[in-house]
């Protein structure tokens, strides 16, 4: 088997949502720095979840490569955002020596492809031979490494943007689910409060939101009805507007 062989020049970064407690999570890499002499770390932070590319493979298959790795997903929302590609974008302390311990010229410029993917977190159990990863609130995020604040917000401005104009708010719900839990994603991720009749007005139009004879079981209060997004449906009627501009 003829070894694959890394592009030590273009990486892909993927910003991994996820949605639980009524909070926009991002799903983050511990980066951990030992001195070989010492022992000692000199170090941890966290990281987005990214690789750089094999050069046999697209830019494509390397996040849809990394994903995998990660979570244990085929079959997840990615979408390919913004080019990061600054010379100054590797340059803080950390990550010169991080950089330098992993064999690599600092001084040379790396370009990452950014994406963001939506899943449910209910779904999966994160992987761990990556690393130690973790789910982190959006508003408890830290310093990361390298330029992957930079990453995280327009990752979150693509999302916001996106979300108004297709419905992929589904795509961080588990497979049943209840029109206040619909909403409240939409609420989360646009960053604001959503007037509760015009929501219901909005998506009693969207005929891939399929209204199913189960109700909520095991909660305290009145149990709701369960909906499930159809994607075949949505393909068929996709062409029909779809606006959640507020």
Known sequence: MIPRTLNDYISVDCVIFGYNDNELQVLLVERTLTNESTKEIEFTDLTLTGNHIYEDETIEDAAYRVLFDRTGLDNVYLEQFKAFAHPDRLKKDKDRKWLIHDGRDPD????????????????????????????????????????????VDEALKAL???????????????????????????????????????????IGRMKYLIPLDEKQKGVAHKPARLYMFSRDVYEKTKKEMFDFTV
Not at 122 to 150: M, T, Y
Not at 169 to 187: D, R, S
């Open 108 to 151: 040379k410029r790396i370009i990452s492809i950014g994406f963001f993917s939506l899943i449910s977190t209910r779904d999966i159990i994160v992987e761990s031979k990556c690393g130690i990863a973790k789910w982190i609130p959006l508003s408890e995020i830290g310093e990361l490494a390298f330029d992957h604040n930079q990453i």
């Open 160 to 202: 916001r943007n996106k979300i108004k104009h297709e419905p992929i708010g589904f795509e961080l719900l588990p497979e049943k689910f209840t029109l206040t839990e619909l909403q409240n994603v939409y609420e989360v991720v646009l960053g604001t409060e959503l007037d509760k009749r015009n929501f219901r007005k909005k």
